[in-house]
Structures are given as structure tokens and as C-alpha cells.
């Protein structure tokens, strides 16, 4: 047999004296290091097992494990701020907009004559706050009814923009254009007169009383075209690239500055181009502006004019200076006014 200390040996028995006594207290020893850290482990093991089933249950997508819906958790002021602004004008429709074109567009529908009254109440709305889609469909159908009120030979009642004119002896087209303020070629398109000269005293011809503006937005590559206060047409445009971007502000268009097919200087290569040349850049009218407010003041060499290269329309890819395709500068040539139409480029 082994022997033990005396101390632990009962030899009556042969047993370990005062056992009795030290195992109830391992035993309490051994049950709490085993809560505790076992609390631990099991913690853990959770956490871990609740991330593996998510991402498991991400990477496969055809299993057919169910996540029990929860509660989510509440935002924060910060983000309930955020979630609850909404731009003016940019997102939810204007419902009185909405309400206003349904009744202008009823108006025409029973009342075609009527269109220079629709023309006007479509025009006011614009100044209200509304949404991309209706302010785009509001502009879409301006630009439709001036093709009846402004480009055709008709001229309707009690419309301020347009009105009948007897041509007197010694009258001519561009004189006429003159006391208006738009220039002689729309008058001589609109009346489809073939050539200036054979205007005839006694007949009557339809008048545009001018003059016409226009208003570039850089931020969508667009220009707003109005007679006076009102809109007619939207027209893409190219705009002035990094470095040379089409200064802001206010610009008047230059008394003497429009010319179809000029004669261009480059300014970085000054190099010479004719209209006959088959890299001549510039389309077939320029329209030359002169500065007077914001960044545009006092800056010259800048133009509306036509380009060779459309497919720079609506990008950032001149010198400067807007593009318009070749229709679209031929029209815009034919209504701005020397030293009277404004052209507003705003960011």
C-alpha cells in the first residue's frame, strides 16, 4: 500500500482522513470556474454562429432559411433630419402645377382659339415650384403651340407678342424688323416672303414684337429661349471645356457681331480659317457677344455659333465660346436683336 502523510491517513480505515471535509469546497470551486468561463465560451460561440449564419445565409441565395422579421432599430435624430428633407421643386410633384396644366390643357382641347390665353397661363406656371417632369412637360408644350402662334402666318386675337402690320410705300423688311426689335429674317420666314425686295406696299404681313432672349444653364447644357417674358423653345448646347469655361452672368449680343460663315482665327494656333476650308470649326453663323455683368463683364471673342463637330453638343468641349447644332443656330440667328437681346448664362 502507499503510504501518505499521517495527517491525511486514517489507518483504522485506510482511507484519506478529512475527505469529507475538502471536497464539497473543489466542488464549489470547480462550478464556478466552470460558469464563469463557460458564460464566456458560449457567448462567443453565439456570436460567432449568429455571423456565420448571415453570411451564410447571404452567399447562398436559394436556401430556404427564413430571417424572422425584427423590429428595426430606431434612427437617429441626425438621420430622421436627413430622410426628411426634400428639395423644393426637384421630387414630389406641385399638385397645384398639375391642376393648372390639366385646366389649361382642357381649355385648348374645347376652345382651340383660345391658344394665346393657354399660351400665357402655361407661361406663369413656370414660376411656380414644381418638379423636373413638369416643368419639362409644361416647356414641351410651349414649344408646340408657338409652333402655331409664333412660326406660322397666323395671327390670333389679343395677342401682345404678334400682330397684323400694312406695309407702306418705301417700307422695308428690315426696317420693319427694326421698329419691331427682332431681326428681318424671321419676319421674311414667318410670311414666307422668297426675298426682301419683293415686299409690297398695301399687303399685310404678321409682325413679332421683340425682343428675344436667352437664358444657358450650364449645369444641364441647355438654352431657354423666350420672346420677351415668354417661353418658346429649349436647345442644346456645348459649353466652354476646364480651364476655358463659358463665363457666367449677363451678355448682350454684340451690335455688328452677326455673320454667317466668318473668317476665324484660332487663338492658340492663329491660325486662319475660311469658310471653305474642310476644317472650318465654326458652322455657318456666329453670333458675337459682349460682356456686361458677373463674370461675363467686359470679356470679348465670345459668340453663339454653329459647330462641325454635333457630337460635342451637350459637353463641356470649346473654348469658350456656345454651340448649337446648325438648325438650331440658323433659328437663333434669325430672333436675337443687336444690341437689344440679352443672353444669360447662369451656372
Not at 421643386?89 to 406641385?94: A, D, F, L, R, V
Not at 407661361?123 to 403651340?145: C, D, F, G, W
Amino acid at each position: 500500500m502507499a503510504r501518505y502523510p499521517s495527517r491525511f491517513y486514517n489507518r483504522r480505515r485506510g482511507r484519506i482522513r478529512k475527505r469529507t471535509n475538502i471536497i464539497p469546497v473543489l466542488v464549489i470551486i470547480v462550478v464556478a470556474v466552470v460558469f464563469i468561463y463557460g458564460r464566456h465560451f458560449l457567448g462567443n460561440n453565439k456570436a460567432e454562429t449568429s455571423a456565420a449564419l448571415a453570411n451564410t445565409n447571404v452567399e447562398n441565395q436559394t436556401s430556404s432559411f427564413v430571417p424572422v422579421e425584427s423590429t428595426p432599430e430606431p434612427k437617429s435624430h441626425l438621420e430622421l433630419k436627413l430622410s426628411e428633407i426634400t428639395p423644393e421643386g426637384t421630387c414630389e410633384p406641385n399638385p397645384e402645377v398639375a391642376q393648372r396644366i390639366d385646366e389649361a390643357m382642357a381649355l385648348i382641347d374645347t376652345e382651340p382659339g383660345r391658344i394665346v390665353e393657354v399660351r400665357d397661363r402655361l407661361n406663369q406656371v413656370l414660376s411656380m415650384p414644381m418638379n423636373k417632369e413638369q416643368r419639362t412637360a409644361i416647356k414641351r408644350q410651349l414649344s408646340e403651340l408657338a409652333d402655331i402662334w409664333l412660326f406660322s402666318r397666323t395671327v390670333f386675337p389679343q395677342d401682345r407678342l404678334c400682330s397684323s402690320y400694312d406695309v407702306k410705300p418705301g417700307d422695308l423688311l428690315s426696317t420693319i424688323g427694326e421698329q419691331h426689335k427682332v431681326p428681318w429674317e424671321i419676319l421674311k420666314e414667318v410670311n414666307k416672303i422668297h426675298s426682301p425686295e419683293l415686299l409690297k406696299a398695301g399687303e399685310t404681313i404678321k409682325v413679332i414684337n421683340g425682343p428675344f432672349h436667352v437664358r444657358i444653364y450650364c449645369s444641364t447644357f441647355t438654352m431657354d429661349l423666350y420672346l420677351q417674358d415668354t417661353f418658346i423653345k429649349s436647345f442644346p448646347v456645348g459649353l466652354g471645356k476646364p480651364g476655358r469655361e463659358t463665363p457666367t452672368g449677363l451678355w448682350v449680343v454684340k451690335p455688328g457681331g452677326k455673320m454667317v460663315l466668318p473668317p476665324w482665327t484660332d487663338p492658340d494656333t492663329f491660325k486662319r480659317y475660311e469658310a471653305g476650308d474642310p476644317d472650318y470649326p465654326l458652322g455657318s453663323r456666329w453670333i458675337a457677344l459682349e460682356g456686361t455683368e458677373g463674370q461675363a463683364k467686359g470679356r470679348l471673342g465670345f459668340a453663339i455659333h454653329g459647330t462641325t463637330k454635333p457630337e460635342q453638343i451637350g459637353t463641356a468641349g470649346s473654348r469658350g465660346c456656345i454651340r448649337l447644332r446648325d438648325n438650331d443656330v440658323i433659328l437663333t440667328y434669325s430672333l436675337l436683336m443687336p444690341g437689344l437681346s440679352k443672353v444669360q448664362v447662369l451656372e
